[in-house]
């Protein structure tokens, strides 16, 4: 018997047997095939529902539908959609929040969130830029208000800040400028007659003498010309001068009379004040 002859009476017996096997790998291949079309159905199902909550402003309810439908396929097409619903999530937050500010005539509020608007959200962004542009002067004007509110207050070195605030605005950036220097004038001679002031009141006290030079660090801050750094320099060199003298004179009477604590405590407080011995003195030396 040939190994052909051999084959077929393999075949012949056994064929019921192929057959099952044939029927099973059917039903298997089958099965794969209706459970990868069940898959993405129920993604397609989702993507719709997904869009429909889009077209009805219900943004989270997009979101949910979008992840179930990435669980069941994570591909890159829906975590790009998932990515930008979670813009548009928080682009209609900031639209809310900056329209309850508004209400709330909380202006400079108001322009912060409407800015964050996202240009992604149609139904928002424009808007939110007709509105920014409706309250850029208002809140101009809240922030001049708040300048002056800072300059009875006394609270000076928060002024100028503020000021430059409004200018990112970009309205009435002239008069904004105006007033920045106007106050940079005012705060420069205020605190330069504040250290004079200190530096003769305070020379006697060991814990505030050297007061008056902080007050000049403020001064140069709203210096707005070399000129005007130039004389802080010489006033302070001038106050410091000054102050020094007075020190080593009643060092000198202390150090006669043998009082060396008294000495020390004056001696300390000229190095405070002329840490590179710009006055010479016999003491300093000692």
Request: charged share 25%; aromatic share 12%; net charge negative.
């Given at each position: ?29 089958g099965g794969i095939s209706i459970v990868k079309r069940s898959g993405y159905t129920q993604v397609y199902k989702y993507l719709l529902n997904a869009e429909v909550s889009v077209l009805n402003d219900d943004l989270k309810g997009a979101l949910v539908s979008l992840e179930k439908a990435y669980e069941l396929k994570p591909i890159n097409l829906l975590e790009n959609k998932i990515e930008k619903i ?201």
């Amino acid at each position: 018997m040939t190994r052909l002859s051999c084959f077929k009476d393999w075949m012949i017996k056994r064929r019921h047997l192929i057959l099952i096997i044939t029927i099973v790998l059917l039903v298997i291949i089958g099965g794969i095939s209706i459970v990868k079309r069940s898959g993405y159905t129920q993604v397609y199902k989702y993507l719709l529902n997904a869009e429909v909550s889009v077209l009805n402003d219900d943004l989270k309810g997009a979101l949910v539908s979008l992840e179930k439908a990435y669980e069941l396929k994570p591909i890159n097409l829906l975590e790009n959609k998932i990515e930008k619903i979670n813009k548009l999530i928080d682009s209609k937050s900031s639209f809310i929040r900056g329209l309850q500010a508004e209400e709330g005539e909380n202006f400079e509020t108001a322009y912060y969130y409407y800015e964050q608007v996202d240009e992604i959200d149609e139904e928002r962004y424009d808007i939110a830029q007709q509105k920014l542009l409706a309250l850029a002067n208002q809140v101009v004007d809240e922030i001049y208000e708040q300048a002056e509110q800072y300059y009875d207050n006394h609270l000076y070195l928060m002024i100028i800040k503020k000021l430059e605030s409004a200018l990112k605005y970009r309205t009435r950036m002239e008069e904004t400028q105006s007033k920045i220097n106007y106050y940079q004038e005012i705060l420069y001679q205020y605190y330069i007659d504040k250290s004079i002031d200190e530096a003769n009141e305070y020379c006697d006290d060991p814990l505030f003498y050297n007061l008056f030079t902080q007050s000049l660090d403020h001064a140069l801050s709203y210096a707005t010309s070399s000129e005007k750094k130039e004389a802080i320099r010489q006033l302070k060199q001038q106050l410091v001068q000054t102050q020094v003298d007075y020190y080593l004179t009643l060092a000198t009477e202390a150090s006669e009379n043998g009082d060396v604590e008294v000495t020390n405590q004056y001696m300390k407080q000229i190095l405070v004040l002329d840490p590179n011995h710009s006055f010479n003195h016999p003491l300093l030396n000692q």
